[in-house]
């Protein structure tokens, strides 16, 4: 891949990296961390992925790298016994946006990624498998399962949306 080459690929896919990393960390900092570490690890390997295998690269990268640092956060913090408690009149049942990030924000680490790799990236099955390391059929049975406790959470009486 030429210098040209990767500039434009930059260009192209920055975005959709950073948008996948800061919507898996909820952290901007470190979601640029992990999109500039991708490219960097792109621009070492440059010579051994074909331009067409860029994309899928780059976000194995940012996909692991992600993985990476929710290990990492769980081993120093454990707020798994923290639930928020919000009275339900006060829940705003008309913002969308935030009911779907809150409900994708109780899922799993690897339920969550894959779920924005799928639905908001657009990623098949088959590239989600070579992505996250998972069979075909094991990413299709952990997506049924994150989608059925998103609905289960989205259909709650205080979350009806």
């Given amino acids: 891949m030429t210098p040209a ?5 930059v260009k192209g896919l920055s975005d ?7 919507k898996s960390l909820a952290d901007k900092e470190y979601a640029r961390d992990v999109v500039q ?9 440059r010579r051994e992925v074909p331009e067409e295998k860029a994309r899928s690269f780059l976000f194995t990268i940012t996909y692991r790298k992600c993985m990476d640092l929710h290990r990492s956060k769980r081993k120093t913090v454990d707020t798994s016994y923290v639930e928020e408690i919000i009275p339900t009149e006060n ?5 969308l946006k935030k009911t779907l990030e809150r409900a994708l924000n109780r899922l799993d680490e690897q339920s969550k990624n894959l ?3 799928k639905d908001y990236e657009g990623y098949s099955y088959d590239e989600i498998g070579k992505i996250t390391g998972l069979s075909e059929t094991q990413v299709k049975v952990y997506l049924h399962r994150a ?3 998103l609905r289960n959470y ?8």
């Fill in 5 to 9: 080459e990767y500039n434009n690929c």
């Fill in 16 to 22: 959709n990296l950073y948008r996948f990393a800061w």
């Fill in 37 to 45: 570490m991708a490219f960097a690890a792109l621009w070492e390997q």
């Fill in 91 to 95: 829940r705003p049942g008309s913002d």
């Fill in 115 to 117: 779920v924005l790799l």
């Fill in 147 to 149: 989608r059925k406790a």
């Fill in 154 to 161: 989205l259909v709650s009486r205080e979350y009806v949306i």
